[in-house]
């Protein structure tokens, strides 16, 4: 057998920081269990991904030329447009990109569905996301490469055609797992069939190099609030921005803020995605200046991050969390940070349910600034003991993800240097697993 070569696909490559980290969390325990195996990404954008993860990179879907698109775009206009554009160049395009990604999958053993919310349609039809899912894990049956979904999260899937994508993709597959016990029903209510498939923790939760520290104060003794902000503009509303739910949580969160500054607090501006959440960060800022306050004066940080370790040094400087990104929250978990959850998808309240904490969470859409604060004061009261439990928790997810990654390899591990890997992550697994 040659050098095992295992592609991990996902959205990565997009700047969105729990994507990123899930790929770091997959690359790190993939290279300590099979040292040997040349390990490269099938993402949204291989440059970036190539640079941020040192890894080799190739795109989940090729792009028409600009040349191409232009004159897409000068033809619209004319009348059987869309049937040309499907039979002389959606079709022969499509044909090479199949050519393509079958050529890479003739050289790779493993195809890894890795982790995030990747079974959804949320943002693109059914021919985007659904389709290349279906795509690659056809093709890769097709030339004996294996298929494995590995931690992954479901959202909604709208259309019959996305469920018959995202369905036939996982039938395709060897070994299926899901992150929360939430996504494996919503699979199951829509009619796809389930049996057999495992529910194991988000991937990175498998982050080890996150060490978790005490969180301290700012120099001048002001308890530092982490606050979280996304561009919300409603959650499954349809393609069209909804303006005025955006003004309305922008506004909230504004007076939540005031309302921490009023009370002696510093806050300390978080957010997920590097590319789609920097407007919101401006915005507030700008809210802020016209209600008086200075934002370089008045005990507010909004520092850029570029990666998941600007965000973990960020997150160690804060004592609290009030954040609806789902990986700021298992971020701040893993740093042992008590955490309220806005909740935007039940993929927030899922996570909170698993560590016993779902008493912290409202519902981004609903939520009252007057009950934020109330419940942030009596979080400030009730913890440590609120979260005593989560230590002990983080310790059964390691474990967890450790049985799940001998799981993922086990058939590899006599063609490899990593005996030792079972012993790292648990000793005995691979004994265990192999039965």
Not at 143 to 171: E, N, Q, T, W, Y
Request: glycine share 6%; charged share 20%.
């Amino acid at each position: 057998m040659g050098t095992l070569r295992i592609g991990l696909f996902g959205l990565f490559g997009q700047k969105n920081i729990g994507n990123e980290c899930t790929l770091r969390a997959m690359v790190q325990n993939l290279t300590r269990c099979l040292p040997d195996a040349f390990l490269y990404t099938v993402c949204s954008d291989p440059a970036d991904a190539a640079v941020r993860h040192g890894l080799a990179a190739v795109p989940i879907r090729n792009r028409l030329s600009p040349r191409i698109l232009k004159t897409i775009n000068f033809f619209r206009k004319f009348p059987f447009f869309r049937l040309i554009k499907i039979m002389l160049i959606a079709l022969p395009f499509e044909f090479l990109d199949c050519f393509r990604v079958l050529q890479e999958l003739e050289e790779t053993d493993l195809l890894i569905m890795t982790g995030t919310g990747l079974l959804t349609d949320s943002g693109s039809s059914a021919w985007g996301l659904p389709y290349s899912i279906f795509k690659w894990s056809l093709l890769a049956s097709l030339v004996s490469c294996k298929v494995r979904f590995v931690s992954v999260g479901v959202g909604p899937l709208r259309s019959k055609l996305s469920r018959f994508f995202i369905g036939s993709a996982l039938h395709f597959s060897d070994f299926c797992s899901y992150r929360d016990n939430y996504s494996k029903a919503r699979l199951q209510s829509l009619g796809i069939n389930v049996n057999g498939h495992f529910v194991y923790p988000d991937l990175v939760f498998s982050l080890t190099q996150l060490i978790p520290r005490a969180a301290p104060q700012n120099a001048d003794g002001h308890v530092t609030i982490g606050v979280g902000v996304m561009d919300y503009y409603g959650q499954d509303l349809g393609p069209k921005p909804m303006n005025h739910v955006y003004e309305s949580y922008l506004c909230k969160m504004c007076d939540f803020v005031i309302h921490l500054l009023d009370n002696g607090y510093a806050v300390r501006i978080l957010y997920g995605d590097i590319t789609y959440d920097q407007h919101v960060r401006e915005d507030l800022m700008r809210k802020l200046a016209a209600s008086g306050y200075n934002p370089y004066r008045d005990r507010i940080y909004n520092d850029d991050i570029h990666n998941v370790f600007d965000l973990i040094n960020q997150l160690n400087t804060v004592s609290y969390v009030v954040a609806p990104r789902y990986h700021n929250l298992v971020l701040a978990l893993m740093l042992n940070k008590p955490v309220i959850s806005l909740s935007y998808d039940p993929k927030n309240d899922a996570l909170l349910e698993g560590f016993a904490l779902e008493k912290w969470a409202q519902s981004i859409a609903t939520f009252e600034v007057l009950n934020l604060t109330e419940q942030l004061h009596e979080l400030e009261r009730h913890y440590p003991d609120a979260f005593n439990d989560v230590s002990s928790r983080l310790d059964e997810y390691s474990l967890l993800l450790g049985e799940q990654y001998m799981r993922l390899v086990k058939e590899f591990l006599l063609h490899s240097r990593a005996a030792e890997c079972s012993s790292e992550m648990n000793p005995g697994l691979l004994t265990a697993v192999s039965k």
